[in-house]
T-cell receptor
Framework: GDSVTQMEGPVTLSEEAFLTINCTYTATGYPSLFWYVQYPGEGLQLLLKATKADDKGSNKGFEATYRKETTSFHLEKGSVQVSDSAVYFCALGDYSGNTPLVFGKGTRLSVIA | DTAVSQTPKYLVTQMGNDKSIKCEQNLGHDTMYWYKQDSKKFLKIMFSYNNKELIINETVPNRFSPKSPDKAHLNLHINSLELGDSAVYFC?????????????FGPGTRLTVL
């Protein structure tokens, strides 16, 4: 079945550092890929998405490119802020059948001033 | 305007009790979900309803019973609560049965069973 693997955390960075959170997937079809963010005590918010190969999703300075050849969707940000501290989830969505999102295990990011 | 709302936000109860969590979405979506998030932040799908029809029913104890009175509401009733039921429960919604378009999540209900 479909699966998502993302780097384990926690990740601790200083403010203004460059962020990469790796995400790779396994899927039989042509999935959509998502990054969700969960701030402390809150629900999951859709951060960005890409629906086909080579698409780049971007939002709030975060970017991720759907790479079919490497089955990856790595999340990047050029300069993180303290307010970016959260748990980040990579997820895979399928267009076939009755399918829920498949989530990675989440990566906790802490940004220190 | 809250797109997906859940009540209550916090629920503290004793073992053996029965409790319900309510979820409502005002996005006009026709599919709703319940997820359980454990202490390690792992998210697990529990149920999904499309237009009041149960379409996903994962391996969940039958003490958990979802009910969808209409496509904008999906409630979760839990009988005979156990310590292991302590978790955060998230409701979500999407347009269509598939997850290809993504899902929108509620703020979560933190359930603590004592």
């Amino acid at each position: 079945g479909d699966s998502v693997t993302q780097m384990e955390g926690p990740v601790t960075l200083s403010e203004e550092a460059f962020l990469t959170i790796n995400c790779t997937y396994t899927a039989t079809g042509y999935p959509s890929l998502f990054w969700y963010v969960q701030y402390p005590g809150e629900g999951l918010q859709l951060l960005l998405k890409a629906t086909k190969a080579d698409d780049k999703g971007s939002n709030k300075g975060f970017e991720a490119t759907y790479r079919k050849e490497t089955t990856s969707f790595h999340l990047e940000k050029g300069s993180v802020q303290v307010s970016d501290s959260a748990v980040y989830f990579c997820a895979l969505g399928d267009y076939s059948g009755n399918t829920p999102l498949v989530f990675g295990k989440g990566t906790r990011l802490s940004v220190i001033a | 305007d809250t797109a997906v709302s859940q009540t209550p936000k916090y629920l503290v109860t004793q073992m053996g009790n029965d409790k319900s969590i309510k979820c409502e979405q005002n996005l006009g979506h026709d599919t709703m979900y319940w997820y359980k998030q454990d202490s390690k932040k792992f998210l697990k799908i529990m149920f999904s309803y499309n237009n009041k029809e149960l379409i996903i029913n994962e391996t969940v104890p039958n003490r958990f019973s979802p009910k969808s009175p209409d496509k904008a509401h999906l409630n979760l009733h839990i009988n005979s609560l156990e310590l292991g039921d302590s978790a955060v429960y998230f409701c979500a919604s999407s347009q269509g049965r598939t997850s290809g378009y993504g899902q929108y999540f509620g703020p979560g209900t933190r359930l603590t069973v004592l």
